[in-house]
């Protein structure tokens, strides 16, 4: 039960804000800061849980049926400290509908990651699209992105629906997200496991079904990108996990060289096209593309090392780039301007700002004994133990790259002279400070301690 | 079955209906004036109670003599509803031409 | 075989289509007797109750079997599952009269929809060729003056087209009928394939020319084309009624013709003209919504691309497909008339809610009807928290199952498509408000704004309780 | 034979704390800035003294010997199997820990002079107290996952202090190139840790060094991967660009982390791993040369520079070649005698020179010093002395470690390095000398203005221009002096510890650290060598004070000067075109392709594509829409063709069924 009501309270919440007048934006996100913080006990406490409730019994077996452990333990309490750190760093001039859809979004995942039901799996997914989208037609410049991020996700998310109805017929039941012992086999298999394929490299992104996200990730509100870049992003690499490496062992590694490709072309285009960009929030979300791309090949590579390593950089890479984004969107607030071109010299005058983007920056660039540094370490080691000799070489390229854009984005915005043409505003104020605070910690902690997550988050 | 109740081929009964029917569906096709496709309609119709009728013979089933009353019944609706629409939609029109009427398109 | 004498007739069996038709008459008179002002809701009133009552009698016979009326009339769940849906469809189309139509009409209007339902429970029991045919022809006829009920010139022009066309293909489906009794000696669907010349080429041809009538009722591509402009002229309730209660009632006796006429062993050839219609209707309809500017036509188009999903259901004629296509096309009629109800509320008696531009930025206006009407677009289109979403699934799972796995990708490919449409209005109606003046927006009575939440709370429901009427497929024999 | 049971295992807190300290003064430094003012400072240079005492109190846990294993262990927490970290405090680490803390205190101390009233004082020391928490990591750590760890984090702090003045573009430009160069040297790292992991298992030092036969022909790209780390941290070709720029920083920085240091790391490394580099000649060729290369191309470059910050970075990157080039050819004992006395004339040297800086408000071109002798007597003979032992003048610390260097190359077969050490030693003291007289003898040329001395490319020479930091104030001398007068005694006196060849208490100290070998005899013998080095290095002089030495008044030396730099060799100004190379080679490529992708392939292709899609989505939707004409008769048709169809259909099939 308390995993239902861990779904619910979001939604609930979220659905209840509507009922406030559009002006009470102060109360909404004292409501909303309440009702994350309370599911972030609830992970806490939730954890092992298992609840479930016959749903379908034809044509095949499908079950309300949720379930908190390992991976999705981890992801959960991930996303609901991001968004406890979104909404917190919304500032006053959040508007209501934000905070009720970013409830929204965290009800769904939460939904996606509980959903031990490949259907309710398929139900959230395509759920959890909604309040991005919503939120991004709300804004009338960013309409063509919203267009953009619904109709790529939304094509995915048909070939899942797909994919689950074979996988149901098949099999004859849903109901099998962390079970042992599941194997599909047969001619229709391989098809199967290309439509859940396609909708999580859709979600992911991998090169080339990425362009949907330099654009999402650059219109959408901070808060709320900072909870896609750090948990949705990660939709498609759980499913790899839980449904492609669980149910289709030997599909995936008949067909890993494509996904191998695939992976190693994000990893260094994205990387590089992070080189190129003047938009600091674009900046990030092509080193996300870099970044996602590794843990597809350590998916991919089949090595236990490679996989925890995996486990631990999936958390790790949320937490930074969230944020990151958050704190972008603070200096975006205070200068109105995402644009290298604009900014610059800002450490003078704000140097607690200038530390919150260097402890992200240097996080992201894989800074050792932070958290992006140990899931970067074990990733490659895996690959290589994995004797992928080519791939491993190929992983390491993107950390100097990373080096290269992350301290370029950093110091466009936060060294050089001072640019007269900035306003000037308060340093980090203690609110953004707090929204902070958890994800730095965690970053420290994963980075040195990662041993409690290592041996719980992939079995 | 039994084709000697028929004083002519069975053949020959199906093929006139056919010709009937394919008349009105040309009528329908080609000719313009709204009440020269009614008439049309009514000849398809009529086709299709031609053969009711047949089979009916040729069955001793009077349920198709029923059906063929039916239709006729209905075709008389048919046609009174036809006509008043055909009057209203052309009440102000000069010429009166199924072509003109092309307001809803796409 | 026709009934002899000594059959006595069982007016349980139509007791629900004699309410209706007390009803159709009784509403006249009352319009005659109301008061100007009145008439509009005492026509409704009336109508409504009429309709309830049908439907609280229609429940009681689920459990009942057998024929009346020699076998013209078939009783049982099947049946009784059909005529509530139009009964349904039939409720929520009388509602839609509160705002659109002008009040002097909505009288005669009433009582025309209540003849034309009758024709349409007469369909969902249509046990012989002979009740099949008056039933359409008596939901027809009626649709006929329906669609010519506003002074628009379009709604003239739409009667017209459907008179026509509709006459049309009846004609097509006489013939058919003709051929089918040809075939079999017998007008009862059960011993159709029975006959001397069961075997001959007139039952496949006749078979022929029947579909081509029940496609045509269906708005199956490629026999849609009358469905754009006569749901675009016709009057919006006359419209959501069409758009459902034509679609069950020919889904009805095609389930029938499907499952008791034909026997089991049929080959598939027989049939898969129909799923490749099924497969043509999902892309032509869901194409032809892309650039469409009002929603009557678009919702035209809407329903040809449904039609087709219906259809995946039945491929394989499986007991299960057709449980599924009963749930879709339950959750169907539901958003439908939801999408209308929404249009309605947002129309008066010229239907300002049939265009599309009306939309534009109606959230800011209307957060409530935006909200709900993008909850019934998402469902169109097949997306969650709603019966669309699992219906989906359903019909996927089935033609998945029945090695129809073509049909199934078509269906992606067309719900892909149509998501374009859909979210074409989302958009609108979460625009900013532009400068322009928007013209006022009536004020929709409380019944219409209730029976949008009904709606919507279905919906949802329906996604997590997928109430499919079990062991049917006895009931169709 | 020695094996490699690394340290006695048990909990030191003398060890832990040692370590922690100055993370906990940079972290109160850097949190408690505003508030803490000066007194930062002085929080610092205690953290670190208190630092420094502690490492001595520890000694003898260092030098413990417990059935072969050698020092102290203390295990920390274990990632997963193989990723087990702890601390390790042996001999070699024990050296580092020494001149980390205590060289680093001395410089501290001199920084809250330098630094007075600098905007962020505070950060400075937090940055500098993190850079000696992040060296002692990198010394004191167990396995090379946790050494990577100190070696990126050395790295992190060397980014902040080099663009500690990040107003001024071109040292935010020289931070980011350093940090990017070193990551460069962290990911050869990784790779070794990889290869380590798939052949042994474990990152440990032990595990490791116990099975070096375990790598077989893997074992020199072990070594490669290593050096390339150690390369491109201690500024050896063709990874050293980023030293000479790194001088952007203020000066007790580049005293401590680029001269006393952070740069030695690389000799560390190799020092530890001595296991296996002996197991690897390729690798000792291979490091041996690289090194040697180095301390002559630095020499070289040293000669040609104005910058006096930058004549020292050149000799430091020479004098690391020496190290590198000790360590790498076997003669660990040298090489890390080397670092240890370098450590204190470099400093020296540098702090010499940030005192001069100092007192002409930041000009850093020796062109435009000059006669300061009399100035600042103290600056003078500190920089003498540093200058004489750097050049080897027997007695002095110098001396020893370079002899022992040269002479170990010799000693394990490796003639031609004898000969690059030598020639070097001669250019070496060339360019010290050059920087000695330029400075302090003959007239002062601060007043002439910069076009008349040639300055007409000051970037090239490194001058600082737009003085973003001119608003230092001028503390009490002593703050500054004091430290540079400590150094001096080691300067002086330091090399003695290896007097006396093997039975020296250098020696007999890392005994059990570095498997003593016997080697055969050198043709030439040590005293022959150091007989050879200083007359190279006389030679060296003579030419310096011919040049520069009797330059006249303040016109003919400035006219000289200006003839020189105009006629300066091309090569040598551009440093033999290893930037440029450099950004030929990986710089632009690299931002090419990111345009490529992120202009081209991106909007207008993979997007392209996407936008065809829904554009024949489109125009299908057309094609419908003009089927629907509105004309009855079209859909008559439309209906009756579909029905011809139909009927055609079953007719045939019904037929031929």
């Not at chain 3, 007791?15 to 100007?36: K, Q, S």
């Not at chain 4, 300066?568 to 030929?584: E, G, K, S, V």
């Amino acid at each position: 039960m308390m995993l239902l009501a861990l779904v619910l309270v979001p939604l609930i919440v979220g659905t209840l804000l509507f009922a406030l007048p559009a002006a009470a934006q102060t109360l909404s996100r004292v409501i909303g800061v309440v009702a994350s913080l309370a599911t972030v006990v609830l992970v806490l406490a939730a954890r092992g849980d298992d609840w479930s409730v016959r749903w379908l019994s034809r044509p095949f077996t499908a079950a309300f049926h949720l379930g908190l452990s390992g991976l999705s333990f981890w992801l959960a309490l991930l996303l609901t400290v991001v968004t406890l750190s979104a909404i917190v760093a919304c500032n006053a001039s959040a508007r209501r509908d934000l905070i009720a859809q970013l409830l929204f979004l965290e009800g769904t995942m939460l939904g996606l990651f509980l959903a031990r039901d490949l259907l309710l799996f398929a139900l959230f997914w395509d759920a959890m699209l909604l309040p991005v989208f919503f939120t991004l037609l709300a804004r009338a410049s960013h309409v063509t992105t919203a267009w953009r991020y619904f109709l790529y996700n939304f094509a995915g998310g048909l070939a899942l629906l797909l994919a689950t109805a074979a996988f149901g017929v098949l099999f004859g039941s849903t109901d099998v997200i962390g079970q042992a012992g599941v194997h599909v086999i047969g001619a229709w298999a391989p098809w199967i496991l290309g439509g859940f394929a396609l909708a999580f490299l859709v979600k992911t992104p991998v090169f080339p079904l990425h362009t949907w996200m330099p654009l999402t990730y650059a219109d959408t509100p901070p808060a709320m990108v900072a909870v896609v870049s750090a948990v949705q992003s990660k939709a498609g690499l759980y499913g790899f996990i839980v449904i492609g490496l669980a149910f289709f062992p030997d599909y995936m590694k008949a067909y890993a060289g494509i996904f191998l490709v695939l992976g190693a072309i994000s990893l260094i285009y994205g990387a590089l096209a992070a080189l190129a960009q003047s938009d600091t929030k674009r900046i990030v979300a092509y080193s996300s593309l870099s970044h996602l791309g590794l843990i597809l090949i350590a998916i991919f590579s089949f090595n236990t090392i490679a996989l925890q390593g995996a486990g631990l950089y999936l958390i790790a890479h949320g937490i930074f780039s969230a944020a990151l984004f958050l704190v972008l969107g603070f200096v975006e607030e205070r200068e109105e301007t995402r644009s290298l071109t604009h900014l610059g010299g800002l450490g003078a005058l704000n140097p607690r700002l200038a530390g919150a983007l260097c402890i992200a920056a240097l996080a992201a660039l894989g800074l050792p004994g932070l958290a992006g540094f140990a899931g970067e370490l074990l990733i490659i080691t895996g690959i290589f133990q994995s004797g992928l000799l080519w791939a491993a070489l190929l992983a390491l390229i993107p950390i100097v790259l990373a080096a290269a854009y992350m301290l370029r984005l950093f110091q466009g915005v936060m060294n050089g002279p001072q640019r007269s043409d900035l306003p000037i505003r308060a340093d980090l104020s203690w609110r953004e400070g707090i929204a902070l605070a958890p994800l730095v910690l965690a970053l420290l902690a994963l980075g040195t301690i990662p041993g409690a997550l290592l041996q719980t988050v992939i079995k | 079955m039994d084709l000697t109740v028929l004083p002519v081929a069975l053949g020959d009964y199906i093929g006139l209906s056919l010709v009937i029917f394919f008349i009105g569906v040309a009528g329908i096709a080609l000719r313009r004036n709204p009440l020269i496709v009614l008439m049309s309609i009514e000849l398809m119709w009529n086709a299709a109670n031609l053969l009711f009728i047949t089979f009916a013979r040729v069955y001793m089933n009077n349920a198709g003599h029923i059906f063929a009353f039916l239709v006729i019944t209905v075709a008389a609706a048919e046609a009174a509803i036809g006509l008043a629409i055909v009057v209203v939609v052309f009440r102000n029109a000069k010429n009166v031409d199924v072509d003109d009427v092309r307001i809803l398109r796409g | 075989m026709i009934a002899n004498p000594t059959t006595q007739v069982d007016w349980n069996g139509i007791a629900p289509i004699i309410t209706i038709a007390v009803t159709a008459l009784v509403v006249p008179f009352a319009d005659l007797f109301a008061r100007t002002h009145a008439k509009r809701w005492v026509a409704i009133l009336i109508g409504g109750l009429g309709t309830l009552l049908a439907a609280g009698l229609c429940a009681q016979q689920y459990g009942s079997t057998g024929t009346v009326f020699g076998g013209a009339f078939a009783l049982g769940g099947f049946t009784v599952v059909f005529e509530e849906i139009v009964l349904l469809a039939l409720f929520g189309s009388l509602l839609l009269f509160a705002t659109t139509m002008q009040e002097r009409r909505v009288g005669g209007s009433v009582a025309l929809m209540l003849w034309s339902a009758c024709g349409a429970l007469l369909m969902a029991g249509a046990s012989n060729l002979m009740t099949v045919f008056l039933g359409i022809e008596l939901l027809s006829l009626a649709l006929y003056c329906l669609c010519g009920m506003n002074d628009r010139p379009a709604s003239r022009e739409s009667a017209l087209k459907y008179l026509v066309l509709s006459s049309t293909a009846s004609g097509f489906m006489l013939l058919g009928m003709a051929l089918l009794f040809g075939a079999s000696g017998s007008v009862a669907l059960s011993s159709l394939t029975l006959g001397g010349l069961a075997t001959s080429s007139f039952l496949w041809s006749g078979s022929a020319l029947f579909f081509v009538g029940l496609a045509f009722k269906m708005s199956l591509a490629p026999f849609h084309a009358w469905s754009p402009d006569v749901y675009e002229g016709a009057p919006m309730p006359v419209t959501a009624f069409m758009s459902v209660a034509t679609k069950a009632a020919t889904l009805a006796v095609l389930a029938r013709f499907l499952y008791a006429a034909l026997p089991t062993g049929m080959s598939s050839a027989f049939l898969l003209p129909i799923w490749i219609l099924a497969g043509l209707s999902m892309l032509v309809g869901n194409l032809g919504m892309l650039a469409q500017t009002d929603l009557k036509r678009l919702l035209a188009y809407s329903g040809v691309a449904q039609a087709g999903y219906l259809l995946v259901a039945l491929a394989g004629t499986t007991a299960l497909g057709l449980r599924y296509a009963i749930y879709y096309l339950v959750a169907y009629a539901i958003m439908n008339l939801g999408a209308f109800s929404v249009a309605a509320a947002l129309s008066d008696e010229k239907e300002a809610g049939s265009a599309l531009s009306a939309y534009h930025a109606l959230a800011s206006r209307r957060p409530y009807l935006a909200a709900m009407m993008s909850l019934f677009l998402l469902a169109l289109a097949g997306l969650p928290p709603t019966a669309g979403f699992l219906g989906k699934i359903l019909l996927l799972s089935t033609g998945v199952a029945t090695g129809y796995w073509w049909l199934a990708v078509l269906l992606i490919l067309g719900t892909a498509i149509s998501l374009f449409a859909y979210a074409k209005i989302i958009r609108a109606m979460y625009a900013r408000p532009d400068g322009k003046a928007q013209p006022e927006l009536p004020v929709a009575p409380w019944p219409a704004m209730i029976s949008i939440a009904l709606y919507g709370i279905a919906l949802v429901v329906m996604t997590f309780y997928p109430l499919t009427p079990s062991n049917i497929v006895p009931f169709v024999r | 034979m020695i094996h490699h049971v690394m340290g006695v295992d048990g909990t030191y807190p003398l060890l832990l704390t040692l370590w922690l300290l100055p993370l906990l003064g940079g972290v109160l430094c850097w949190a408690f800035g505003p508030q803490l003012k000066t007194a930062a400072g002085w929080l610092a240079s205690g953290a670190l003294l208190a630092s420094f005492v502690l490492t001595i109190v520890a000694w003898p846990t260092a030098t413990q010997n417990l059935n072969g294993a050698v020092g102290a262990h203390q295990a920390l927490v274990s990632w997963m199997p193989g990723f087990d970290f702890g601390l390790l405090f042996d001999p070699l680490s024990l050296i580092w820990t020494c001149i980390i803390t205590g060289v680093g205190f001395l410089i501290h101390l001199y920084s809250i002079g330098y630094m007075h009233g600098d905007r962020a004082f505070a950060r400075f020391f937090a940055f500098l107290n993190f850079f000696v928490f992040a060296m002692l990591t990198l010394v004191l750590s167990d396995n090379f996952a946790g050494l990577l760890i100190g070696w990126g984090l050395v790295g992190l702090a060397s980014y902040f202090l080099i663009g500690f003045w990040f107003e001024k573009p071109s040292a935010v430009a020289a931070a980011r190139k350093a940090f990017v160069i070193n990551v460069v040297g962290d990911i050869a790292i990784m790779m070794a840790i990889f290869i380590m992991i798939a052949k042994v298992g474990s990152v440990g030092y032990g595990d490791v060094f116990s099975h070096v036969a375990a790598f077989g022909p893997t074992l020199f790209a072990v070594c490669v991967c290593l050096f390339i780390g150690a390369a491109a941290k201690s500024a050896q070709l063709p990874l050293h660009t980023w030293l000479p720029d790194a001088m952007e920083g203020p000066t007790p920085v580049s005293a401590l982390i680029h001269a006393a240091t952070m740069v030695t790391a690389g000799v560390y490394l190799i020092a530890r791993c001595a296991p296996l580099w002996n197991a690897s000649p390729d690798a000792q060729l291979l490091v041996g040369t690289v090194g040697g290369l180095t301390a002559l191309v630095g020499a070289i470059l040293g000669t040609a520079q104005w910058d006096i910050k930058r004549i020292l970075a050149y000799s430091t990157m020479s004098q690391i070649g020496y190290m590198i080039m000790g360590v790498g050819v076997g003669a660990y004992e040298g090489g890390v005698a080397h670092f240890f006395t370098h450590a204190f004339f470099k400093a020296q040297l540098f702090l010499g020179s940030g005192i001069v800086i100092h007192a002409l408000a930041n000009e850093q071109d020796v062109r435009r010093m000059g006669g300061l002798r009399k100035k600042l007597p103290f600056a003078f003979f500190a920089m003498l002395i540093g200058v004489l032992a750097i050049c080897g003048l027997p007695g002095l610390s110098g001396s020893f470690s370079k002899d022992a260097v040269i002479q170990g190359a010799l000693e394990h077969g490796h003639p031609w390095l004898y000969v690059v050490g030598v020639v070097t030693a001669g250019i070496t003291a060339y360019y010290m000398f050059r920087m000695l007289f330029l400075t302090f003898t003959g007239a002062h040329r601060g007043e002439i203005d910069p076009s008349h001395l040639g300055m007409r490319h000051p970037e090239l020479v490194g001058t600082p221009h737009g003085d973003s930091h001119s608003e230092h104030h001028h503390a009490p001398a002593w703050l500054m002096n004091v430290p540079v007068a400590i150094l001096i005694v080691p300067t002086i006196a330091a090399g003695w510890l290896l007097f006396g060849g093997g039975a020296s208490w250098w020696a007999t100290f890392f005994a059990t650290t570095f498997a003593p070998e016997t080697l055969p005899a050198a043709p030439i013998s040590e005293m022959a060598t150091t007989g050879i080095v200083l007359l190279i290095v006389a030679l060296g002089f003579l030419v310096a004070y011919l040049r520069y030495g009797r330059m006249g008044d303040a016109k003919a030396a400035a006219e000289k000067l200006r003839m020189e730099t105009v006629h300066a060799f091309p090569a040598l100004t551009n440093a033999f075109y290893f930037d440029a190379a450099l950004d030929a080679l990986f710089v632009r490529p690299a931002a090419w392709l990111g345009a490529l992708s992120a202009q081209i392939l991106d909007p207008h292709i993979i997007d392209g594509a996407v936008r065809e899609i829904v554009h024949l989505a489109r125009s299908l939707g057309n094609g419908v829409r003009a089927v629907q004409s509105g004309l009855l008769r079209a859909y008559v048709l439309l209906v009756v063709g579909g029905a011809v169809v139909f009927i055609a259909y079953y007719t045939l099939i019904g037929v031929h069924r």
